[in-house]
């Protein structure tokens, strides 16, 4: 009896000690991403971030994005590797100061194989932060440029 009530007195302080606040698990280590892999973000002030945006036009039109939408090219988003989805963000051309005010609904940009084509397993490109809808991209640079140099803010 005694070992019963042992065993039950045993099993509630390691219960309880999983209820405890401060007590906490060990964090399962992430698989290590080389530093030459990682997207550029330079924060300059709270909240703001520089970098290189491209954009993804109607080839991708019809298709699945991440979060499920079909995506149109015509919308104004943009995917991006580490922002939430449905995250609002206003992202600005820093070559003519033309700002345009987006939605996050996308993974990518990604790193590509000459044929243009996705290298598996995925790994966010190296250089770029965003990747904006033709629509997005067209309304703050030109589409020939391909690139463009931005900042980038949260709003909502």
């Not at 971030?49 to 994005?65: F, K, L, P, V």
């Not at 600005?92 to 005010?101: E, F, G, H, Q, S």
């Not at 939605?103 to 290298?119: E, H, S, T």
């Amino acid at each position: 009896m005694k070992r019963i009530h042992l065993v039950i007195l045993g099993l509630s302080f390691l219960s309880m000690s999983v209820m405890l606040p401060g007590v906490t698990e060990p964090v399962p280590k992430l698989k290590d991403i080389p530093i030459k892999e990682k997207v550029l973000e330079i924060p300059c002030e709270e909240g703001v971030y520089y970098g290189i945006a491209s954009y993804y036009g109607e080839y991708w039109n019809g298709r699945t994005t991440a979060n499920m939408e079909i995506y149109d090219c015509d919308l104004l988003t943009c995917a991006s590797p580490v922002l939430p989805f449905n995250t609002i963000i206003r992202v600005t051309n820093m070559d003519n100061c033309k700002t345009v005010t987006i939605r996050v609904n996308d993974r990518g940009p990604y790193k590509m194989d000459k044929k243009g084509k996705a290298l598996k397993p995925l790994i966010p490109h190296p250089k770029r932060v965003l990747d904006l809808s033709k629509e997005s991209f067209k309304s703050i640079g030109d589409l020939k440029d391909g690139l463009l140099n931005i900042k980038y803010e949260i709003v909502g």
